[in-house]
């Protein structure tokens, strides 16, 4: 995350900074692989202080690109995925350069690398564009993590709000997604009791506590 008591939030798309990147991508990579993590999210960063967006977002893309060229060779030789996610600058972060899944897929392209991948956060893709369904479908190949939150309020999945989490969960596994899906949510309350949306999940898919099957037990 680069120094956040200096306001930073990421480093691979700030120019100057460079040789700050690859030295908390290697300290990242040596925790990553010492608790057997194959997966690390490359912060994009935020646009300089008092700097136009449209004027420095050229020179930002650049710097990204090559970081993350940087970065996917590294990690693949630990057996490694790097992770972008793009952060709504509606509400979240006004100066975060990444802030699309449209914007990432482009860079994703340009760089090239197969062991890149999109961290889609469903709380930043519905503030900044909606449309998750047809979303999630036309960038599922480019998917290496699925985030989750209610919207607005950032809370569990079943908290009031926009999203329809049951169908959610329903087109994710329809699409055939097997990898994790992060509660990237602040509880209402206890976080114990503000599971309950993920038992009766469970419940509804003739599951056990914990994920095992009836038919199994």
Known sequence: ???????ELGLAAVPGREAAFRQGLAEAVHYARAVG???IHV?????????DRAAVAGEMETTFIENLRYAADLLAQENMTGLVEPINNRITDPRYYLNTPHQAAAILEKVGRPNLKLQLDLFHCQIMDGNLSHNLDIYFPLIGH?????????????SPGELNFPYIFELLESLGYTGYVGCEYAPKGDTLEGLGWLRSYWESRGLQHG???KAAE
């Open 146 to 158: 699925i985030q989750i939150a209610q919207v607005p309020g950032r809370h569990e999945p079943d």
């Open 43 to 51: 912060m994009a960063g935020r646009v300089p202080l008092g700097a």
């Open 1 to 7: 995350p680069g120094e956040p008591e200096a306001g």
């Open 211 to 213: 994920g095992t099957s």
């Open 37 to 39: 993590c194959h997966r």
